[in-house]
């Protein structure tokens, strides 16, 4: 999940994405509780939305760190809301993204 202190909790719109499809996949949520998560997410955090511009960032980021596209994403919008700190499971904990952004894995 993104995080930041430069934003009340934060989340992209593709995290809320990936979110509501392992809500599903994994956990077997119906429609109408998923949709429900999705609503208590929304109402407590900001939620930034993707762009063209969001894509085209994370397409660079993916080839100068060699993450994967969907994690290059969540980097893209993370820096472009001005977040210092994200929070992550799948990436390198304490690894500096364009010398502003650090990843955190709270399970480290």
Same mark, same amino acid.
């Given at each position: 999940?993104?995080? @930041?202190? +430069?934003? =009340? +909790?934060?989340? #992209? %719109?593709?995290? *809320? =994405? /990936?979110? +509501?499809? $392992? *809500? ?11 949709? !429900?998560?999705? !609503?208590? $997410? ?8 993707? %762009? =063209?511009? %969001?894509? +085209? ?5 993916? &080839?100068?760190?060699?993450? =994967?596209?969907?994690?290059? *994403?969540?980097?893209?919008? !993370?820096? &472009? @809301?001005? @977040? /210092? %700190?994200?929070? #992550? &499971? ?5 690894? $500096? $993204? &364009?010398? #502003? *952004? ?7």
């Amino acid at each position: 999940m993104l995080w @930041c202190a +430069a934003v =009340s +909790a934060p989340g #992209s %719109t593709q995290v *809320l =994405s /990936e979110a +509501a499809n $392992v *809500l599903r996949r994994k956990f077997k949520l119906d429609y109408p509780n998923i949709a !429900a998560a999705v !609503a208590e $997410v929304c109402a407590a955090c900001h939620v930034y939305v993707v %762009t =063209s511009e %969001t894509v +085209a960032h994370a397409l660079t980021l993916g &080839e100068r760190y060699r993450h =994967s596209y969907f994690d290059s *994403l969540i980097l893209a919008a !993370a820096l &472009e @809301c001005g @977040c /210092e %700190t994200l929070a #992550s &499971e799948d990436m390198q904990n304490g690894f $500096v $993204v &364009e010398s #502003s *952004l650090t990843i955190w894995n709270p399970f480290v």
